[in-house]
């Protein structure tokens, strides 16, 4: 059996003389306790020397990544290949795994070679000979060195950190801009103050402001490319009865340079987010793609970095940035937010308020797909992206459409609907106030007993009798007071508009449907005593 | 077996500025408070701020800094006579003055790490430099203090150190191993394995690996046998981190050094629980603890285990 063994110096290949030796696991170290004894178990039958550093280092990170460099390519080729029948031990399945298919040697990895390996490293110095003594310690520390500073520099193109600077940049600029705009319209406005009120845009307020400078020269200056044509009339015209103050030409000069610098940021801020929106699309196509550059750089500010962001699960991408809304509602038991910063994507914001949680949702679901292929996958276009993106707006499109069929399931079966509840919203006429003469009994008897009927039909005694209350209540009141009673269901209040207006027909007709439950006699004595009330007052 | 002195450990952030060639850590405090009040919307004055504030603020900063290097300014002045003695441990010292600190042998002559106090000695003919070491920021001090038994970190011993962070104990295991003896610090964070590549670059004693602890079989071209293994990972999976590498590159017979938080591994455990289980861990993978201490007052809820690995069957 031959044994790999990588060194900081080189590839060292060992055949072990003693096969037996490595049946008793648990006693081989005994074997290994001085150098004569190891030399007797195994022996060095070659030892690749790595030339240089680079060789070293390229050697080290195909060692990390579990593949075959270069030189333990040659190595094997060179060394095992002439003896094929021989296994080869190895200290990392996976790379056995991965020599076996590219040069078929077979391999060998298990804790009989894993304790061969304890032993053999105890014993390195002594039996890889041609080594001065501290050689191989001096390269270890030579090829941790540069094998650390490979891993730390690895990679500027995927790098995320340029895109969470970038974006806190931007908001700080943002943040300051606004400040400085502030100032200066404020500043400037002790001197020219109907300029602030003609020119809203900020920028074109400063570049305004510098150009005029001194607002006796406006009539001579032109703003025509600055400002259209009737503002900057209105300008030339403000400025002549202005009442600011006049201020001395020092003063002008530091407006200025303030208004400089304003105009400065305002070009740097484009120029920074256009170098987002690069770098986005660099490093994140899909995500990009799916949720815009703005949206896709704060997640991915606020998660750290693009890796984080993919280790995030979809719930927690939709609800990213409402954190203390989160924790708030699920510490007092109430309804979480649905959405954080994903709800400034296109995609949310247009949608009505109704369907913005399902978008948000849907949106969360695919748009972690996209990070996780950005973050992990190795290709680099934006299909994937575009793909989830029409799928999402053709399911916007039908939750708009309400469409009768379902969104996911089998997309044959109809949406479930309701149970059908036969709600009775049938309008009664109130003929108390047809007449001022005083009606007869019998009539009353009729009314009452229509009434009666028109309340039974949906509620409980309990409620009726309330409900007769508010009638009374209302109907002494006027019309106008309907909307006051909150407590008043629709149907009623429907009911009683009806009834002042409607025909008697209707109440003909209703009575006759309606022919419904027994009342109690007392809560017909009670509508009745009301019923005369509101009629008297009626009148 | 407490060593009779108040533990005030290595608590100099700011000692003596004057005196100090790296006085870089106070400049970074004066400027990291300015940065807070510069937040905090004073924008406009800021030119105007910087003279007039700029004493005053450095002793704000320096008050800010303090707490990170969690002592106050007492100690050690420029020029006072202090005693330096060998502590029980070997390659670890005590100094005593006003207040005992413990220190180590300052491998580097005339740098500071991560702006600890420096002692300079006088012995004959000869000048030592010592470094304090700050129990409140490093494990390991705080077991010392803390009178653990053994730390089998002694001089030309050959340490694997998981967990190492930014190298500031690194520096001081370093300084104990000396020159013949080497320190193979694993490192997973990018950010710390900057600070950690600029402190071996100093210590050519310290190997640098950026690499998960967790796939030692990745970093076997780098590293020898090792005598012990100091583990500080913070990992709910760590005995089993340390047992994987104990396998790999400990010797039969050395000895492993945990630090363990409670709170890292069971949040909802009692302390005590969660070293009982970790210490079972511990036996499942042929590895035997042998003492096991808090680290109060230094830290809360952390342990310290010391075992051997492996240990040669006791002839009978």
Redesign the interface.
């Given at each position: 059996m031959l044994v790999l063994f990588?060194?900081?110096a080189g590839y060292a290949i060992f055949k072990v003389l003693d096969e037996s030796k490595l049946q008793q696991v648990d006693s081989l170290?005994k074997e290994f306790e001085t150098p004569e004894k190891a030399n007797k178990v195994v022996k060095l039958k070659h030892f690749e020397k790595f030339q240089d550093t680079t060789e070293a280092l390229a050697?080290?990170t195909a060692?990390?990544e579990g593949k075959i460099g270069k030189s333990l390519k040659k190595v094997l080729k060179k060394v095992v290949a002439k003896e094929a029948h021989e296994q080869l031990a190895i200290?990392?399945a996976k790379l056995g795994g991965v020599i076996k298919e590219k040069l078929d040697l077979s391999c060998v990895h298990s804790p009989a070679v894993?304790e061969l390996?304890?032993c053999i490293?105890?014993q390195?110095e002594t039996l890889i000979t041609g080594l001065p003594p501290k050689e191989?310690?001096a390269m270890?520390?030579g090829?941790?060195?540069s094998?650390?500073?490979y891993?730390?520099k690895f990679s500027p193109d995927k790098v995320d950190t340029m895109i969470v600077q970038a974006i806190s940049l931007l908001d700080d600029l943002d943040k300051?801009l606004n400040?400085y705009i502030m100032?200066c319209r404020e500043w400037y406005g002790w001197h020219f103050p109907e300029l602030g009120k003609v020119v809203t845009d900020n920028l074109a307020y400063c570049k305004a402001a510098r150009k005029i400078g001194d607002r006796t020269n406006v009539a001579t200056t032109d703003l025509s490319d600055l400002l259209p044509e009737e503002v900057e009339a209105e300008v030339k015209l403000a400025a002549e009865i202005s009442m600011g103050t006049e201020v001395s030409e020092q003063d002008i000069g530091n407006i200025g340079h303030l208004c400089d610098q304003v105009i400065e940021i305002s070009e740097y801020r484009s120029q920074l987010y256009d170098y987002l929106k690069n770098r986005m699309m660099a490093i994140a196509p899909n995500l990009t793609v799916m949720v815009g550059e703005l949206v896709g750089a704060r997640l991915i500010s606020h998660a750290g970095s693009l890796l984080n962001l993919a280790k995030h699960p979809a719930s927690t991408v939709q609800i990213l940035g409402a954190e203390k809304a989160l924790f708030r509602a699920l510490k007092t038991r109430k309804d979480t937010p649905k959405y954080g910063l994903i709800y400034h994507a296109s995609l949310v914001g247009q949608t009505t308020a109704k369907n913005k949680g399902k978008i948000s949702r849907m949106l969360a679901a695919k748009a972690s797909l996209a990070i996780r292929y950005d973050a992990l996958g190795e290709d680099t276009n934006a299909e994937m992206g575009a793909e989830n993106r029409a799928k999402l707006e053709a399911r916007l499109r039908q939750l708009e459409e309400k469409g009768i069929r379902r969104i996911s399931g089998t997309g044959k079966a109809m949406a479930k609907t309701d149970k059908y509840q036969h709600k009775s919203e049938v309008r009664m006429y109130d003929p108390s106030a047809d007449s001022t003469i005083p009606s007869t009994s019998k009539k009353r008897k009729f009314e009452e007993v229509e009434e009666e009927d028109e309340e039974e039909t949906p509620t409980t005694p309990a409620v009726k009798s309330k409900k007769a209350k508010k009638e009374a209540a209302a109907a002494a009141e006027g019309e106008e007071e309907e909307a006051a009673e909150t407590d008043e269901t629709p149907k009623k209040k429907k009911k009683k508009k009806k009834d002042k207006k409607a025909a008697e027909e209707e109440e003909a007709m209703e009575e006759e449907q309606e022919e419904a439950p027994v009342t109690e006699s007392e809560k017909k004595k009670k509508k009745k005593k009301k019923k005369a009330k509101e009629e008297e007052e009626d009148e | 077996m407490r060593p009779g002195f108040s533990p005030r450990g290595g608590r100099g952030g700011f000692g003596d500025r004057g005196g100090r060639g790296r006085g870089g850590f106070g400049d970074r405090g004066g400027r990291g408070g300015f940065g807070d009040r510069g937040r905090g919307g004073f924008?406009?004055g800021r030119g105007g701020f910087r003279s007039p504030d700029g004493g005053g603020f450095r002793g704000r900063g320096g008050g800010r800094g303090a707490p990170r290097g969690r002592g106050g300014r007492g100690g050690f002045g420029a020029g006072k006579k202090v005693l330096v003695e060998p502590h029980r441990h070997e390659g670890v010292f005590i100094c005593r003055g006003k207040e005992d600190a413990l220190v180590t042998k300052n491998m580097v002559v005339g740098e500071s790490v991560y702006g600890e106090k420096r002692i300079n000695v006088e012995e004959g003919e000869a000048k030592i430099e010592y470094r304090a070491w700050n129990p409140f920021r490093s494990k390991l001090a705080a077991a010392i203090l803390g009178g653990v038994d053994q730390i089998h970190i002694k001089p030309g011993a050959k340490v694997m150190y998981l967990g190492a962070a930014s190298g500031t104990t690194v520096s001081h295991v370093s300084d104990i191993v000396g020159p013949e003896g080497?320190v193979y610090a694993v490192e997973f964070s990018?950010r710390s394995?900057?600070d950690l590549?600029n402190v071996?670059?100093k210590r050519?004693n310290i190997?640098?690996?950026?690499?998960d602890a967790r796939h030692p079989?990745?970093?076997?071209?780098?590293?020898?046998?090792v005598d012990v293994i100091f583990a500080d990972v913070a990992q709910p999976d760590q005995t089993r981190i340390v047992a994987l590498n104990a396998?790999?590159?400990l010797?039969?017979g050395g000895h492993f050094v945990i630090s363990i938080k409670a709170n890292c591994i069971d949040s909802t455990a009692a302390p005590e629980a969660v070293f009982a289980a970790e210490v079972k861990k511990m036996g499942a993978e042929n590895m035997k603890p042998q003492e096991q201490l808090t680290l109060e007052p230094y830290e809360r809820d952390h342990a310290v285990v010391v075992g051997v690995y492996r240990p040669a069957p006791k002839k009978k």
């Open positions: 990588e060194t900081a170290y050697a080290a060692l990390t200290s990392d894993a390996m304890r490293r105890s390195m191989i310690s270890s520390l090829l941790a060195h094998l650390s500073r891993k730390l300051e400040n100032r | 924008r406009g080497l990018h394995g900057r590549l071996a670059k050519t190997i640098p690996i950026i690499e079989h990745k970093y076997r071209m780098l590293v020898g046998m396998h790999n590159f010797k039969n």
